[in-house]
């Protein structure tokens, strides 16, 4: 059975500040995330960051204990945590190149707020671009 875990964080330093960053990130990311047959998105706006994960719940458990230990993050708070016929993401990690627009999209200036209603018409409308 698949799931889906969405959480909003705050980063600390320059985590996803720096295109150096990010690429860090997204490299080991990419590496982890094929290894454990996960697919995610991540979005990084104003000191914030947002990502969606789907894949076996045990390895799910595991990212989760990593992304809590992780210094990068800190109040990381679970928005969602759903089992899921279907996988919304298709790439073992994503990056949203554009969060202004897509928060825009749906009324909202920063991550902060962010529920896991309005976190999920995020991946709806990023599916459907």
Same mark, same amino acid.
């Given at each position: 059975?698949?799931?889906?875990?969405?959480?909003?964080? =705050?980063?600390?330093?320059?985590?996803g500040a720096t295109t150096l960053s990010i690429a860090q990130i997204l490299g080991v990311s990419e590496r982890?995330?094929?290894r454990d047959h996960l697919t995610s998105c991540v979005m990084f706006h104003q000191g914030h960051i947002l990502q969606a994960a789907e894949g076996?719940?045990?390895?799910?458990?595991r990212l989760m204990?990593?992304?809590l230990a992780d210094p990068r993050h800190?109040?990381?708070?679970? !928005?969602?945590d759903t089992p899921i016929a279907a996988r919304r993401l298709d790439e073992p990690m994503a990056l949203c190149d554009d969060p202004r627009s897509?928060?825009?999209r749906i009324g909202m200036a920063c991550?902060?707020?962010?529920?896991?209603?309005?976190? =999920?018409?995020? !991946?709806?409308?990023r599916k459907a671009a």
């Open positions: 059975m698949l799931h889906r875990v969405i959480y909003a964080s =705050e980063s600390v330093g320059a985590t982890n995330n094929r076996a719940r045990a390895d799910l458990d204990r990593r992304l800190s109040g990381l708070r679970v !928005l969602a897509l928060l825009e991550i902060s707020r962010i529920t896991a209603s309005e976190a =999920e018409v995020m !991946l709806d409308i």
